[in-house]
């Protein structure tokens, strides 16, 4: 996806936008995670994103253009490794507070940055290796309380299920960077949202309920949310270069942190505010190395 420095104000807005409207789409996922099965609601956050991925390709004039494809395989792998993230992270979400979920997922772009050196054959720099050691020390700050003295076992659950959310988006990503030569950012996220959807439709035989109206709210509105998100993340990234966007990743923080305290009653962890400077250095460092490299933070 090729920067424009034109806007990079209308850039900065849209980034912040894209992480309430992320934030919006835990908060509804979050909501109704005691009540409807996991595969359910990754169908309905999938099958409504793509109302207005696809209006805005019809306003871009890209679709059905735009769904060509030179990639079927790489798409395949893309998207497969992008549902993966998202139930992992759905389950995530459902045992731990929003923020701590939210910060787990922040994780990605170091793991990007190692996957970098695993995959592609990058070198091992020090601002990798610095990045990586912060946000390791970050997830065993946050992990810490809860593997001594009473164990939580959902929660220690919840942090597994979060950083292996991270790793896979992480995969996800590195396959974005390989196929974003031939393909187009609104193809990619098309496909990806389809697979994801038809994952979770396949979840159908193994149970899903009937829900209520204000249920059935929620899962419209995560999907939407979610789709918006998208769309917001890929104009700021058009509008601004990731180098201009990176601070305000943090601030992006603040949003699952009131939802926490406003809507579920749920003050930030002793754990949690140990790791988020620990975390958010570790990401400060990989988004240096990526303004050096050129890398996208986010899907």
């Known amino acids: 996806m090729e920067g424009n420095t034109d806007k990079p104000l209308a850039g900065i807005l849209l980034r912040l936008l894209s992480g309430v409207l992320f934030t919006g789409m835990m908060v509804c996922v979050k909501a109704v995670s005691m009540e409807v099965p996991l595969g359910q609601t990754v169908f309905f956050r999938s099958a409504f994103a793509l109302l207005p991925i696809v209006i805005f390709m019809t306003w871009r004039r890209e679709f059905p253009r735009a769904l060509a494809t030179r990639r079927p395989l790489g798409h395949l792998v893309r998207s497969g490794l992008g549902a993966a993230a998202m139930f992992a992270s759905f389950a995530a979400v459902a045992r731990l507070p929003v923020a701590e979920a939210t910060l787990l997922a922040q994780l990605s772009p170091v793991a990007m940055a190692v996957g970098g050196v695993v995959l592609l054959g990058e070198r091992f720099t020090r601002h990798r290796a610095a990045a990586f050691a912060l946000v390791l020390a970050g997830v065993v700050a946050l992990v810490a309380p809860d593997l001594s003295g009473n164990q939580d076992q959902g929660r220690v659950l919840g942090y597994g299920l979060g950083v292996l959310a991270a790793l896979l988006t992480a995969g996800a990503l590195v396959t974005v960077r390989r196929i974003s030569r031939t393909e187009t950012a609104a193809s990619i996220a098309f496909y990806f949202v389809l697979v994801t959807a038809l994952a979770g439709l396949a979840s159908l035989p193994l149970g899903w309920v009937a829900v209520s109206g204000e249920t059935l709210g929620l899962l419209v509105l995560a999907g939407l949310f979610g789709g918006a998100a998208h769309i917001c993340m890929t104009l700021a990234l058009r509008y601004a270069e990731v180098s201009r966007l990176a601070p305000f990743e943090y601030v992006a923080l603040v949003w699952p942190v009131l939802a ?24 400060g460092l990989a988004a240096l190395e990526g303004r050096r490299l050129r890398w996208p933070l986010r899907q």
């Open 260 to 283: 926490d305290l406003l809507i579920f009653g749920l003050a930030p962890s002793s754990g949690f505010l140990v790791a988020l400077p620990l975390v958010l250095g570790g990401v």
